[in-house]
């Protein structure tokens, strides 16, 4: 298939967004950015008025509630991912099956293959059944073509194992995808150990949680020179850890997601089971950190933390309803809304956190940059058109949301991925 975009305003490298070029598609790949471009193609979009921007990157999404890899779950991901502005995902280890071995690596391809319409990498357990005891086959499953070693929203907690892995991942220059939270100090917790912890009478999940782990990774980075990527970021301390461990010179990089900077534990006034999130939600002191961390280069991307559960897992006592958001379909406008409308990222170093940076951690060498070669992974935004978050109309299953009617800016109009174009309202 051939594609035309005439009139870009494009914010990738090396462009100037206050330039428009014309740019030519052919067969998923990018075959030609020029300022007047005649050819003929089978599509023409005139993107006047709209930003042209490479496709998001989700560095953690679950593909579907564990334990029901199917059909439906792929179709309802792609047009989540899509409508949000997400060319490619990287499913989170923790399924059913666990991805933990070769062959459910290979499945996991000849499932996108066959039914997405995004991009989906699977990142490959470090351990057996994400456990957290025993080392999973990462050799085999990185030649399958896993791009990350993982165990989900899992801490080991063998600090031994941990450093094997550590130096296994050496051997095949691939980054270990920590999520970090100590289960001996967050066991039974189900909101920030605060204010809110107290008043609705929940048990509280405390700061060093997260943060005595960030250390300890940090540590055992350093000492075996792996590459370490830490994240779901939500405290200050956390954030201080890894400012810290790249001026000691560790090769880290780090994300958060939208909730974390725009939503504080008081989204959970009134048992709001929406905003209840694992990690959880934590003070304004630590967003203002996160913040920071963003704008100063300390956090490298924005993943999207998207873990959606059923609305009946979600209606029920606080205590036993489900952690999760349904975010794929919401992180972006949110994100700019919250950072480029109010001047904290300029649209370039937003867009960077989004696609560039992703691309780059994960080795995507012909993605999160729109050039010559690349693969044809393309957004269209609107940003002025001001517009309501309704969870009711999500294409997720998971139809609910804690940011339900907020105003926001930054609108997918387009989206072109798998040699395929994406038209939204």
């Not at 280890?93 to 062959?103: E, H, L, R, W």
């Not at 351990?127 to 990350?148: F, L, N, Q, R, Y």
Request: glycine share 8%; charged share 25%.
């Amino acid at each position: 298939m051939t594609i035309l975009i005439k009139n870009a305003s494009i914010v990738s490298k090396d462009f100037n967004v206050d330039e428009k070029f014309d740019i030519y598609i052919k067969d998923s790949v990018i075959e030609d950015i020029a300022y007047d471009i005649n050819t003929e193609a089978e599509e023409v979009i005139d993107a006047n008025g709209f930003l042209v921007m490479p496709g998001c990157i989700d560095m953690y999404s679950k593909i579907c509630e564990s334990g029901y890899e199917n059909k439906n779950n792929i179709i309802t991901i792609s047009q989540s991912a899509t409508s949000g502005g997400y060319t490619t995902i990287i499913s989170a280890p923790n399924s059913q099956p666990v991805i933990d071995n070769k062959t459910v690596v290979e499945y996991v391809f000849k499932k996108t293959i066959e039914q997405a319409d995004v991009n989906i990498f699977p990142y490959g357990s470090m351990t057996i059944g994400c456990e957290g005891t025993e080392v999973a086959e990462i050799g085999e499953m990185i030649k399958a073509g896993a791009i990350g070693l993982s165990d989900g929203a899992y801490s080991i907690l063998d600090t031994e194992l941990m450093r094997n892995i550590f130096l296994y991942s050496k051997m095949f220059d691939v980054p270990v995808i920590t999520f970090c939270e100590d289960r001996n100090l967050s066991r039974n917790g189900v909101v920030n150990d605060g204010i809110m912890a107290t008043k609705m009478g929940l048990i509280g999940i405390p700061n060093v949680a997260e943060d005595i782990i960030v250390s300890r990774n940090l540590l055992l980075a350093k000492s075996t020179e792996a590459r370490i990527h830490i994240t779901h970021i939500t405290t200050k301390g956390a954030v201080d850890l890894i400012r810290q461990g790249k001026e000691d010179g560790i090769n880290v990089t780090a994300d958060t997601c939208a909730h974390y900077f725009t939503l504080s534990e008081k989204a959970l006034e009134g048992y709001n089971t929406f905003a209840k999130v694992s990690p959880p939600l934590r003070t304004e002191e630590d967003i203002q950190a996160i913040i920071e961390g963003l704008k100063d280069g300390t956090i490298d991307a924005i993943a999207t933390g998207h873990t959606p559960a059923s609305i009946e897992r979600k209606i029920t006592e606080f205590d036993n309803a489900a952690f999760g958001i349904s975010s794929l379909e919401v992180s972006f406008p949110v994100s700019y809304t919250e950072l480029v409308e109010k001047g904290i990222l300029s649209v370039n170093e937003f867009i960077d956190k989004m696609s560039y940076n992703p691309s780059k951690i994960l080795g995507l060498n012909k993605k999160g940059c729109i050039k010559k070669g690349n693969d044809a992974d393309i957004i269209i935004v609107d940003t002025k058109k001001e517009f309501e978050i309704q969870g009711k109309n999500f294409f997720s299953r998971a139809k609910y949301s804690p940011y339900d009617n907020k105003k926001v800016k930054g609108k997918i109009v387009v989206t072109i991925v798998k040699n395929k174009v994406f038209h939204f309202n």
